[in-house]
Every structure is written in C-alpha cells, then in structure tokens.
C-alpha cells in the first residue's frame, strides 16, 4: 500500500509541477531565459501517469457505470441514472464528457507521449504507450464502432476527421500490441519506467503479458476462439499480473467511491443480479456486493484496486474458448473457469476457505454437465462492474436478461453531442439506433 501510495503522490507531484510551469510561464509572459525556437515539453515521466490516471478512472467510472447499468449488475434509481436505467436518459449529450476525456485526456496525450518517447529513444516508454493506446482503442470502439482515428489529432488539417470502420481500428489495435510486444522484447539499454508507471511500476514482462490478455479480448469478440484461447494462455499466471491500479485514499478516492459518496441513492445493486446470486446459493459473494451503495460500502472502498483486465477474466476466455473449440467441457477449461471463480472470490475480500465451501456445496456442475451459459454466469459475477461484461452479455445474451423498458437492451452507446454538432464526419444523430445498431463485432 505505501508503494503504491508513493506512486501516486510521486507522480502526480511531478505533473503538478510541470503544469504549474507552464501556467506560471503563461502568466508573466514567457521564461525570459529560453530559447523561444525550442519550446519545453513535459517528460515523458509526467506524460504517462497522467494518461494513465485519466484512462483507469474513466474505465472504472462512466465506462462501469453505463456498461454495467445495461447489463443490470446495478440499477440507476435516482435522477439522472434512473432515467439513463430507463435508457431514455442515454441521448448524446449524457456522452460528451466520456467521448472528451478518451480523445483529449488519453488518445490525443498519448499521441504526444509517443512522440516524446520515440524521438527520445525510450522504448520501454514507446511499447507500454502503444499497449495503452491499442487498450483505450478497443475499450471504445467496442461501445462507438466507428471511430474517427486516422484523421484525428492533426489539428486544423482536419477539423473534420473521418470515421474509421471498426475492422479498421481493430488492424490497428492488433498491430498495436504486436509493436508493444517487440519494443518491450527487443529493448537493450533504453531507460525504463518506474514509479511513473502508475500500473505495473515498468515490470515489462507484465506489460507483455497485458498485451497477450488485451488481444485474447479482442479474439474473443471477434469469434477467433483458437486466438483468444492461445493469447489469454500466454497472458496473466495470477492475479499479481492484473493490468490495475489501487487508488491511495479517500483523498483520491476511486471512481465508484466517490461516485457513491457524492451521490449516495442514486445507483444501487440491481434485483435481477440479486436473483441470479439467490438461485446460485452465492451468499457470500452477495454479502459483499449486495450493500447500500454509499461510501461504506465494503467492496467498493476508496482504495479499490480498479482492474483495466484481469486474470479471472482470461481464465473464463480460456474456459468460453475451450468449450466453444470442444463442443462441451473440458478438463482445460472446467480448470480454468474454476480459476476465474477462486480470483473473484479473492478480489471480493473473501478466503481460500470460502471459496472451498462455494465449490463443494454442489453448485457449480460438472465437467461432463457443464453449459455455456454455466460459465457466461460465473462470468457475469466474477466481473461485477467491470466494462466488459457488455461487451460478453452483446456477444452471447447471457445471462438472460429483460429490458427496463421498450423491448430491446441497447446494443451501443450514442455519439456525444458535440461530435454531432461540430464534426461533419460524423453520421447524423438521426441516423444511429443504439437499440439496433449493432457494433461489427456483434453482427
């Protein structure tokens, strides 16, 4: 916990100060001392953590929240999120905050952190930089589809940048990773990062591993079994290798925390992840989640660590993979499921014992009985709040769940307001149905 208190006060520290800088710089008029033909630059030690901070926190904040409402891990009853439970409340406008901070605080920050660290020779920096953005690329594109990619960050080139089809971002994702993967396995004498890798602290053979687990993700949505059993194999050993970060403290709280803190009855537990629980006989999973959402909660606390992809989630990759390649259940997989189950009872704060107990009360089937829609279950628990549960219940319909209202669950989030207005690019807002739009994965 200190250390990774240190991280975070370091780093923000540092990107305190370099803000101030300038800020300080901007007000008396210029740095009379510089050299006005070559103009300073935050260091790439500034650059990362900063994109890092902004990318986990709106994974773990709208990207949770409107994900997991869809997929009734949670329920809006309040204010705005009841009518965005109601999906009334999900017109442009409610997206114009997450579509700026995922092309302004991390896309277009890590153009220019790219570009730091390859005139700089740094890669280590270079490689992680890639995985994020491949990582920050399909986080969107999977609740966007078409995105504008190619032609964005130019500036006033293109002030009205194309959309990119959805294969095509995925082509870049893909070479993005593979480029991460070969900058971090070929790299000899670059200075690597630490502390200001606010994730893995520059362990590169984590990094790597983030690499193979994101494309396993992506192999995964795409229907490329065999890919994303072979690529989640080659990712995460154990839940020590988890792509996260830990908040420090209720002074910098972690999204969910703060979220229920600030705005306590507005979101809650949902009753049909409750009556999945009762039927399963989980209680003890259910004691932990099932709590009034305020700042007591006992999972989602301040120093939640707020998992980008995890080894539960490969393990259950390897356990849908399997059984989709076989036909049924396999040993291989049944394991791997198991797997996936034991990390989600570590991760909701309960024993090696308790785990035990779930597993030998006779719940989970056998290998020979096992289904598809046994796993997606376990699934869906083990990744309470997590983002990509959407993503799972688009591709499968499991579990079976009922629209709040109107007769189909979104499949797809809407265009931000402003993109509508300002970019003419972009497909007119009459022209996207979030009810039936499906992204090209989900086709």
């Not at 975070?8 to 101030?20: E, P, T």
């Not at 990207?63 to 409402?69: A, E, L, Q, T, V």
């Not at 930089?129 to 293109?158: H, N, R």
């Given at each position: 916990?200190?250390?990774?208190?240190?991280?975070?006060?370091?780093?923000?520290?540092?990107?305190?100060?370099?803000?101030?800088?300038?800020?300080?710089?901007?007000?008396?008029?210029?740095?009379?001392?510089?050299?006005?033909?070559?103009?300073?630059?935050?260091?790439?030690?500034?650059?990362?953590?900063?994109?890092?901070?902004?990318?986990?926190?709106?994974?773990?904040?709208?990207?949770?929240?409107?994900?997991?409402?869809?997929?009734?891990?949670?329920?809006?009853?309040?204010?705005?999120?009841?009518?965005?439970?109601?999906?009334?409340?999900?017109?442009?406008?409610?997206?114009?905050?997450?579509?700026?901070?995922?092309?302004?605080?991390?896309?277009?920050?890590?153009?220019?952190?790219?570009?730091?660290?390859?005139?700089?020779?740094?890669?280590?920096?270079?490689?992680?930089?890639?995985?994020?953005?491949?990582?920050?690329?399909?986080?969107?594109?999977?609740?966007?589809?078409?995105?504008?990619?190619?032609?964005?960050?130019?500036?006033?080139?293109?002030?009205?940048?194309?959309?990119?089809?959805?294969?095509?971002?995925?082509?870049?994702?893909?070479?993005?990773?593979?480029?991460?993967?070969?900058?971090?396995?070929g790299v000899t004498g670059s200075i690597a990062p630490g502390i200001d890798d606010i994730f893995n602290e520059g362990d590169i053979s984590k990094w790597i591993k983030a690499a193979h687990a994101i494309k396993a993700r992506g192999y995964l949505h795409q229907k490329n079994y065999q890919g994303a059993m072979n690529e989640a194999l080659a990712s995460f050993e154990s839940a020590d290798d988890n792509l996260n970060y830990q908040y420090p403290n209720a002074n910098s709280g972690a999204n969910w925390y703060r979220f229920n803190r600030d705005r306590t009855g507005d979101i809650e537990f949902h009753p049909v992840m409750r009556t999945i629980m009762k039927e399963l006989d989980d209680t003890l999973r259910m004691e932990m989640l099932d709590v009034t959402f305020n700042e007591d909660h006992p999972y989602l606390v301040a120093n939640f660590n707020e998992d980008l992809i995890s080894y539960r989630e490969t393990q259950f990759i390897i356990a849908e993979a399997n059984f989709r390649l076989n036909a049924g259940g396999t040993s291989v997989g049944y394991d791997a499921m198991l797997n996936g189950i034991r990390a989600s009872f570590f991760k909701f704060g309960l024993s090696e014992v308790e785990y035990l107990s779930f597993i030998n009360s006779g719940i989970i089937p056998s290998v020979d009985n096992l289904t598809l829609e046994d796993i997606m279950i376990q699934k869906h628990i083990a990744m309470f709040l997590q983002p990509e549960s959407y993503s799972d219940y688009r591709r499968t319909g499991l579990p079976t769940l009922l629209p709040v209202s109107g007769s189909n669950i979104p499949v797809r989030w809407n265009y931000s307001a402003n993109e509508y207005q300002f970019n003419s690019s972009a497909p007119s807002a009459s022209s996207v149905d979030i009810y039936l739009d499906k992204v090209d994965w989900n086709q």
């Open positions: 916990m200190f250390k990774k208190n240190y991280i975070l006060s370091k780093s923000i520290l540092i990107f305190v100060i370099a803000i101030c800088f300038v800020s300080c710089e901007k007000f008396i008029g210029g740095d009379l001392n510089s050299d006005p033909n070559k103009p300073k630059v935050l260091p790439i030690s500034a650059q990362m953590p900063a994109i890092q901070l902004s990318l986990v926190d709106v994974y773990g904040g709208q990207f949770s929240r409107f994900n997991c409402m869809l997929t009734q891990h949670v329920e809006g009853v309040a204010r705005q999120c009841s009518s965005n439970n109601q999906y009334s409340g999900l017109k442009p406008f409610v997206f114009n905050s997450v579509w700026e901070i995922i092309y302004e605080k991390v896309l277009n920050e890590l153009q220019i952190a790219k570009s730091t660290a390859f005139s700089s020779g740094l890669n280590h920096y270079l490689g992680i930089l890639k995985i994020m953005e491949a990582y920050t690329l399909m986080i969107s594109t999977d609740v966007w589809d078409d995105m504008p990619y190619k032609e964005a960050f130019q500036g006033i080139d293109f002030l009205n940048p194309k959309y990119d089809s959805q294969v095509e971002i995925y082509g870049n994702i893909y070479k993005f990773l593979e480029d991460g993967i070969t900058l971090l396995e």
